[in-house]
């Protein structure tokens, strides 16, 4: 069973930033996409950074220019720094591996952008 956890969530001002860290059991080089989500109460969970196999990454148009999504194939690690948070990137925030035809998730960590 693959484990995925992630670290790093808190609360933060408007402006500020956080890095959220999310650690994987497995070996990631092959993993085809490595992901970011997050949910905020009462709305569906959203695609916010995603970073491919093949190096290419995608962002959630209301995070680019202040998310970067890095993948780290020899830690075995994905990273989401968030900068100029605003309140409404409050949420829950899930790692996601996705492989051939099996997702794999983590438990979420809370992030609480709030002056």
């Known amino acids: 069973q693959v484990r995925v956890v992630e670290s790093g969530g808190g609360l933060v001002q408007p402006g500020g930033s956080l890095r959220l860290s999310c650690a994987v059991s497995k070996n990631i080089t092959s993993i085809y996409q490595m992901s970011w989500f997050r949910q905020a109460p009462g709305l569906e969970r959203e695609l916010v950074a995603a970073?491919?196999?093949?190096?290419?990454?995608h962002y959630l148009w209301s995070v680019q220019g202040r998310f970067t999504i890095v993948r780290d194939n020899d830690k075995n690690t994905v990273d989401l720094q968030m900068d100029n948070l605003r309140p409404d990137d409050t949420a829950v925030y899930y790692c996601n591996a996705h492989e051939m035809m099996v997702s794999y998730w983590g438990q979420g960590t809370q992030v609480t952008v709030s002056s």
């Open positions: 970073s491919f196999s093949s190096g290419t990454t």
